[in-house]
């Protein structure tokens, strides 16, 4: 049976090439011979016993190529692959290929239309054999996709009103009911016009560590790629788990009007394929016509400066997509084009609204912002009434709703979300930007602190279980003794028994900022008369009360996270290797010293560089590797600091860009709370001298806000960077802190934190967690290994459920553990199996690879039809 339905499908996929070009030919004359590339192959891989596919950071569009077609037909193909080189494992983007095409113009013979009768004919036949099977070939009858317009990929302006009629569409298949037994491949297939809107779906997915392949639409149109595949047992093999369309791939055909770049029978093959396969699609930036999404539009929103705001329907929430975990809060949807519309399909079980567009001057009413449609045959359908955005927290937020329900919970990877402050400059004092008078943190600054963390950490445990929030202190040791050294002149009982602390001439920070110094050059500057860190003794170190309080307070060591910002602070951009290795050894002998080094919450093998120098300084980052520090923290405003290839990767240093190979830079965020200032007056005050910004304060945290919860609701988990004059509290800023009734005086650094905080309560019931220095770069060097591993996760699915998940590599191998995460958890356990939730979260499955695939039995089969 099996060998008749490769044929009849063969036969088939011939004769309806045939035909599709027959029809085309007899609407449009014109004809297009196209030469395409075949397509670059860069992250699929198949063997006769598994398929490896694309690692949430492999990201290819691929396409498949025809040659000469009828000019509607032509399959022009766009590829870009993230490919692993051998030196630092980044992207590689292959050129995208087009092709201008030679006309004729030819008279459309009358034998070729009555060939198309026959074709029809022959196809029905064709169909009534194979859509008995469990293949997923689509009837030629199933209905064609809804006609709308295009939009930008990101922003206005948006779609006008369809131009076609709709009435006749039908969005109901006959396929085959789905298969008794089979597996489904988690990757996430996604249709778009260019690669720019791509990425507002590819983002989201990388965020969670997902799978996809990208396959870019032109509006010649493509050759899909083989949805299913044979195993040797009998069953079959999807090949994804979820289907993601922008804007239905509409363009302008002329006089035949707006249609999908996908011909109909491409559209019949998918649906036929959600069916044989319980899959779901998601529609993104749909103006919906009458029938085919059960809605009709009211028109396009809005005019500048009168936002709409969209809140997800709790109720449907709850119902449908329960993991994705979020609130129903309303959210403004600022530069995001959108259609408000009305449902008008009657059977509300088929079209259920879960997104709502508030009142505004244009629209008095409430509208439907998007639908979820299920369809007798089985088939399910998410549309979004609106376009996305990577800026966009709004749109940050909605791409939770279809992953969650389209995933139904299960899906590669895992969620989780870090807020992680980190305070340079601490045992310092710093010059203020305003009044130009020095302030260094005290001992009350550091109790009101703790005292406020402890706090959060109570509030979080009501809004978002599992949450633990710590604020992380970059210690200059230098500045212990500098203040011992002060004190003990004021005592005559020790004056001229503290050693002096470490002075040099000038601190060589006139270098450019991505200054990359000659191996073997520079001047030291370190004193030559100080060169044993045992001169500083402890009764010398204990005379400074906030170096003290830090060792040996218990709220300190609750509260705090610890790690090293050298000793002195000294610049290290022109730095010499000698003086970088003192700045680095003497902090770690400062920790030892004080008692630090035996806290847990301490880290020994990260850094803060100064002012983030030394990252092109091959001396220094050798000094720092003998002294066992792997890892520093860059600046996401400099883009040499940053791993191109993928905001979740850290970026390793290279001999030819950096001196030095192999050290590891994570990503940091700047923010506009200014290290030299200690009030709100003066960060604002700096804000708007150094930019083009007006406005106070709460404008200035509410700026914050939106690129902040942006970043957290895309899952980034790049610390923050504020310094030790951001935490004074002996000052007035009162502050009304944004999306709250919250009126308190704060220091920089808590209303800062306590804005973020308080959107993210407002959106989500996901635990909001702290790591520590080296476990955040722990975590971005695991998560840059595990995807060159390029999982891939499958669900063994039986009678409509998912049964089991098995994980495997190309070669079952893996030095870092793979995540997955499984509503309900797993039966299995081990040491090689290691199981992970945090407050209300779903379990995340951790594996660990040794040679062997490794299968995972669902504790509570999940159902993947209905619903």
């Known amino acids: 049976m099996a060998n008749i339905l490769d044929l009849l499908l063969s036969i088939y996929s011939q004769l309806l090439a045939l035909q599709s070009q027959i029809q085309t030919a007899s609407v449009k004359s014109s004809t297009t011979t196209a030469k395409v590339p075949s397509a670059t192959s860069a992250k699929i891989t198949s063997s006769a016993s598994k398929m490896i596919s694309t690692s949430a950071t492999a990201k290819a569009s691929v396409s498949s190529v025809q040659s ?15 490919a692993t080189s051998t030196s630092s494992k980044g992207a590689s983007s292959a050129a995208a290929s087009s092709s201008k095409a030679a006309s004729s113009s030819t008279p459309t013979p009358s034998a070729q239309i009555s060939s198309a009768i026959k074709i029809d004919s022959v196809l029905s036949s064709i169909v009534s054999v194979v859509s008995t099977s ?51 491949l988690n990757n996430v297939l996604i249709l778009a016009p260019d690669q720019a809107t791509a990425a507002l779906t590819e983002q989201p997915l990388d965020g969670y560590g997902m799978a996809w392949d990208t396959f870019i639409v032109p509006k010649g149109g493509i050759e899909l790629p083989a949805l299913t595949s044979n195993d040797t047992d009998g069953t079959i093999t999807c090949k994804y788990n979820i289907i993601a369309m922008h804007s239905q791939l509409s363009y302008d055909y ?24 319980n899959v779901r699609m998601v529609h993104f930036n749909i103006w919906p016509g009458n029938y085919a999404f059960g809605a009709d539009a009211l028109g396009g929103c809005c005019n500048a400066g009168d936002v709409q705001d969209v809140t997800v329907i709790k109720e449907v929430a709850d119902a449908r997509f329960p993991s994705a975990g979020l609130n129903s809060a309303p959210l403004p949807l600022t530069g995001l084009y959108h259609v408000p519309s009305k449902i008008t399909d009657t059977n509300l079980t088929q079209t259920t609204a879960f997104l709502e567009f508030g009142p505004n001057a244009q629209y008095a009413d409430t509208t439907i912002g998007g639908v979820i449609n299920t369809f007798p045959d089985g088939r399910s359908q998410m549309a979004f009434f609106t376009s996305f955005a990577t800026w966009s927290p709004t749109s940050a937020y909605l791409n939770h709703i279809w992953i969650h329900w389209a995933t ?30 020095t302030y260094r943190t005290t001992v009350t600054d550091m109790i009101v602190h703790a005292d406020w963390v402890n706090d959060v950490n109570t509030r979080l445990a009501k809004t978002n279980p599992g949450s633990h929030y710590m604020v992380e202190l970059g210690l200059n040791g230098n500045g212990n003794v500098l203040q011992s050294y002060n004190q003990q002149l004021l005592k005559t009982a020790l004056k001229g028994t503290c050693q002096n602390p470490i002075w040099y001439a000038k601190d060589p920070d006139t270098t450019p900022l991505e200054f990359q110094k000659v191996l073997g050059t520079g001047t030291n500057s370190w004193p030559t008369d100080i060169t044993d860190f045992a001169l500083y003794t402890l009764t010398c170190l204990k005379l400074d009360p906030l170096s003290v309080w830090l060792w040996s307070t218990v709220p300190a060591r609750t509260a705090y996270y610890f790690v090293s910002h050298t000793f002195t602070h000294l610049s ?19 920790f030892k010293a004080t008692g630090l080094d035996v806290n847990t919450q301490i880290s020994e093998g990260g850094l803060i560089p100064p002012a983030i120098t030394g990252m092109h300084n091959g001396d220094a980052l050798r000094a720092m590797m003998d002294n066992g520090v792997w890892n520093a923290v860059g600046d996401n405003t400099r883009p040499p600091l940053r791993n191109h290839d993928s905001v979740y990767w850290p970026l390793f240093t290279t001999v030819a860009k950096n001196g030095y190979e192999g050290f590891q830079i994570t990503p940091r965020f700047a923010t506009r709370i200014y290290f030299n200032c200690d009030t709100s007056d003066c960060t604002v005050a700096e804000w708007v001298a150094t930019s083009t910004a007006r406005g106070d304060i709460n404008d200035l945290l509410s700026v914050e806000q939106e690129t902040t919860i942006t970043s957290l609701l895309n899952l980034m988990h790049d610390p923050y960077m504020f310094h030790q004059a951001n935490m004074r509290t002996n000052i007035t800023n009162l502050v009304n802190i944004p999306g709250t009734s919250l009126t308190s005086k704060y220091s920089l650094l808590q209303m800062w934190t306590e804005t973020q905080i308080a959107e993210f309560q407002r959106l989500v019931t996901w635990p909001l967690l702290t790591y520590k220095h080296d476990d955040i770069a722990t975590s971005y060097k695991n998560r840059y290994q595990r995807d ?28 870092v553990e793979v995540a997955v995460t ?5 039966k299995e356990a081990g040491s090689n199996i290691r199981v992970e939730q945090i407050g209300n979260d779903l379990p995340t499955v951790w594996v660990k690879l040794n040679g062997q695939p490794i299968t995972l039995t669902l504790k509570t089969p999940l159902a993947v039809g209905g619903l």
Do not use: F
């Not at 948006?158 to 298969?179: V, Y």
């Open 68 to 82: 000469t077609v009828p000019a509607s037909s032509v399959r022009s193909t766009t590829t870009s692959a993230k």
């Open 134 to 184: 469990v293949l997923s070939v689509a009837s030629t009858t199933l209905p064609s996709v809804e006609v709308q317009n295009p939009v930008s990929s990101s922003v206005g302006p948006g779609p006008s009103a369809p131009s076609a009629d709709t009435s006749s569409l039908s969005s109901t298949s006959s396929a085959a009911a789905p298969s008794a037994t089979y597996t489904l």
């Open 254 to 277: 002329g006089d035949l009007g707006w249609r999908s770049a996908l011909t109909q029978d491409q559209m019949n093959q998918i649906y036929a394929y959600q069916v044989s396969c």
């Open 408 to 437: 139904h919970g299960l899906y590669d990877g895992y969620r989780r979300v870090l807020l992680s402050t980190q305070i340079d400059d601490v045992l310092l004092g710093t010059e203020a930007w305003d009044t130009g008078i």
């Open 572 to 590: 290290l951009n022109n730095a010499t290797y000698n003086d970088t290795y003192r700045e680095i050894n003497w902090n770690l002998k400062y």
């Open 788 to 815: 060159q591993c390029y999982a891939q996760i499958s669900q063994g699915i039986s009678q409509g459920k998912v049964v089991s998940v098995t994980i495997t590599t190309q070669d079952d191998t893996c030095p």
């Open 822 to 826: 499984v509503p309900g958890g797993v």
